[in-house]
């Protein structure tokens, strides 16, 4: 069974930083391309970024860019979402997902961890 399980949210101030994590477990992690999305009070889901299978390329949505890393450890089978300079607009579930790196959608979600930045 796979499970993808999302760790590390929380309530941050503006400015802050916090750091995500996501386990995954019962799939072959490395050859699974990771994308982190977010969803707000009220608004759809939005994609934030994605990092390949290797961890060589790693791409994000402009209203992060700069601000957000993603990185990846295949030996832990975690994948992780470096948040930098939080803003109040930041304030959202956030969840992992895996795709398969043949696939053209995501095949896996985790549950999501809420992260709230105050201002």
């Known amino acids: 069974q796979v499970q993808l399980v999302e760790s590390g949210g929380g309530l941050v101030q503006a400015g802050g930083s916090l750091r995500l994590s996501c386990a995954a477990s019962?799939?072959?992690?490395?050859?699974?391309?990771m994308d982190w999305f977010r969803q707000a009070p009220g608004k759809g889901r939005e994609f934030v970024g994605r990092?390949?299978?290797?961890?060589?390329?790693?791409d994000y949505a402009d209203s992060v860019k700069g601000r957000f890393t993603i990185s990846r450890d295949n030996a832990k089978n975690t994948v992780y979402l470096q948040m930098n300079s939080l803003k109040p607009g930041d304030t959202a579930v956030y969840y992992c997902?895996?795709?398969?790196?043949?696939?053209?959608?995501?095949?896996?979600w985790g549950q999501g961890t809420q992260v709230t930045v105050s201002s």
């Open positions: 019962g799939l072959t992690f490395s050859v699974y391309d």
């Open positions: 997902a895996a795709r398969h790196q043949h696939s053209i959608q995501d095949d896996y």
């Open positions: 990092i390949t299978w290797s961890g060589n390329s790693a």
